[in-house]
């Protein structure tokens, strides 16, 4: 194992074990009591102390901290107090949406943006440059819900090619379950891919600039050459630090769009244990949300050295 690795995996712990104190101290602190909840208002003291002990809220915190801990190095998440259900259930069954969801409106945002970008620099200020970063501009400041409101209003209401919120699930019909989430992704898609446009326009005329690229010209070779065999490998660090922030982002902010089309995603789940004052669903989602994002950040940063040697090297 190259020390490279091994100082990329002890970064990667240390964050989950900070991730995993600080997820569940501000979870302890917040204001409310999870028996009193589900037993109603009217409820005596006597049934909110029996149910706390029987949920095992009443523990000391440490003691809760590290059996929570214990519990997910060995799958074990616990119940859920609203649902009375496996929590690793629960968490399963809307990854199941969340997660395709996400890599749906990755490849539309990676898809829409390399080629904008790369459109765009090529053509630097002509008339195709300018008309891509104005659109850009514009998907930037559109919110990505009300981008998924006037979807739903073409495509669902007034064309009908697709429904206007739902799932139907992937055991009934996988090609069903795509159309389902076409929009959403779609909606997701726009503000990224224009975010991902203008760093990828930008990381390719800095490239384009390098003196390494200028003499290839020099010997011939065609703007078009250049810019496939010399300028995209080495401008794609920046890109590729974007998009995994990105695909992050979209693993663990999707609740609002799941909300327009009712999606019963990760973000609902996460929504309705808030609701319920389901502690247990709620730290356990934020924290695979969190281990997610520190994941990877992990594979990006893999990503950079199979890209560009050089960071491998400087790093030892």
């Not at 309705?272 to 989602?285: E, K, P, T």
């Not at 695979?288 to 893999?302: C, H, P, Q, R, T």
Request: hydrophobic share 55%; aromatic share 8%; proline share 4%.
């Amino acid at each position: 194992m190259s020390l490279f690795l091994f100082k990329r995996l002890i970064t990667l712990i240390a964050t989950l074990v900070g991730t995993s104190v600080v997820v569940f101290l501000v979870l302890e602190i917040l204001p409310g009591n999870a028996a009193q909840i589900l037993m109603g208002p009217d409820a005596s003291p006597e049934a909110v102390t029996a149910l706390a002990k029987k949920l095992g809220i009443d523990r000391p915190g440490f003691e809760r901290y590290w059996d929570w801990v214990t519990g997910m190095l060995v799958g074990d998440l616990g119940l859920s107090y609203a649902y009375s259900t496996p929590v690793g259930e629960l968490v399963l069954e809307r990854l199941t949406l969340t997660v395709p969801l996400a890599v749906m409106a990755m490849t539309l945002t990676t898809i829409l943006a390399l080629s904008a970008g790369i459109f765009a620099a090529a053509r630097h200020n002509k008339a195709g440059d300018v008309g891509i970063m104005g659109l850009t501009q514009v998907g930037i400041a559109i919110p990505n819900f009300w981008f998924a409101i006037l979807l739903i209003l073409l495509f669902s209401v007034h064309l009908k090619w697709f429904s206007a919120g739902g799932f139907p699930g992937w055991d009934e019909d996988i090609w069903e379950g795509i159309k389902a989430l076409m929009l959403p992704a779609l909606s997701l898609a726009v503000v990224q891919s224009a975010i991902l446009t203008r760093i990828t326009r930008s990381a390719v005329l800095e490239v384009l600039r390098e003196d390494f690229v200028r003499t290839a010209r020099a010997k011939g070779v065609t703007q078009r050459g250049a810019l496939w065999g010399h300028v995209l490998r080495n401008a794609m660090i920046p890109v590729v630090t974007v998009m995994g922030l990105q695909f992050a982002e979209l693993l663990a902010g999707t609740i609002v769009v799941e909300t327009v089309f009712y999606l019963p995603g990760l973000g609902r789940l996460i929504f309705q244990s808030i609701a319920n004052r389901d502690l247990i669903v709620v730290r356990n989602c934020v924290m695979l949300l969190a281990a997610m994002v520190v994941i990877v950040n992990f594979v990006v940063d893999l990503l950079y050295a199979a890209i560009d040697p050089r960071v491998k090297a400087s790093d030892i």
